[in-house]
């Protein structure tokens, strides 16, 4: 029996497509796309950490391109990567935006990376919750779907004052209608442009720039 099992496993592996292998999905906060395409040119072959956004900051856009990596190069045929990307708040809130980002070509023979067009781009808001952020990540080729995630972090976490009259303060804190009580909580929206025209320009750097919308 063990035999006869370990048979149809080795067939089972023979049987299985070269499309299976895994490859790998990164999202990247990034300032400037243009910036991220540089360092890709980079000639020999770029090293070291990519140009990366170390923080977000109020009232300035930080983009999150999908990087698909280690893909089959020996492969032939279309290549439909399809992307999903979820923002989770330090509260635990999150929005997600499904099928936001794609790439598309029609023989995949070569390719070993791709970065997924319609790059989303947030901006952030006095409202939002300071902290850590995570960046949540799924891409499908259709056959398989694999995730990756990333931080990053928005300004400080917020700190309680010191009190100086401990009575005060807990007066102040009863009070029902403190503002920090009676304001309803807003919920975040990011902004995300559909630009799928990029998908059919020739070049990995041509689509990089139209995805910041230059």
């Not at 006095?126 to 850590?132: L, P, S, V």
């Not at 442009?193 to 990089?208: F, G, M």
Request: glycine residues 6%; contains cysteine; positive net charge.
């Amino acid at each position: 029996m063990r035999a006869l099992s370990l048979a149809l496993f080795a067939v089972a592996c023979a049987a299985m497509p070269a499309s299976a292998q895994k490859f790998e999905v990164h999202v990247l906060p990034v300032e400037s796309m243009d910036g991220l395409a540089r360092w890709f040119q980079q000639k020999p072959a770029p090293s070291g950490v990519y140009p990366r956004a170390q923080e977000l900051v109020l009232g300035k856009k930080i983009y999150f391109p999908i990087l698909v990596t280690r893909l089959d190069p020996s492969l032939h045929g279309p290549l439909e990567l399809v992307g999903d990307i979820e923002i989770v708040a330090p509260d635990g809130k999150s929005q997600v935006m499904k099928k936001c980002c794609r790439y598309s070509v029609a023989d995949r023979s070569g390719i070993r990376t791709a970065i997924l067009s319609n790059v989303p781009d947030f901006e952030m808001e006095a409202t939002d919750k300071k902290g850590m952020y995570t960046l949540r990540t799924s891409v499908t080729d259709g056959q398989q779907t694999v995730a990756g995630t990333d931080q990053i972090r928005y300004g400080a976490p917020a700190k309680e004052p010191a009190a100086a009259n401990p009575a005060a303060s807990a007066k102040t804190a009863a009070r029902p209608d403190s503002p920090a009580q009676s304001e309803p909580a807003q919920r975040r929206s990011f902004s995300h442009t559909d630009r799928s025209r990029c998908l059919d320009l020739p070049t990995q750097a041509e689509v990089i720039r139209c995805a910041e919308g230059k």
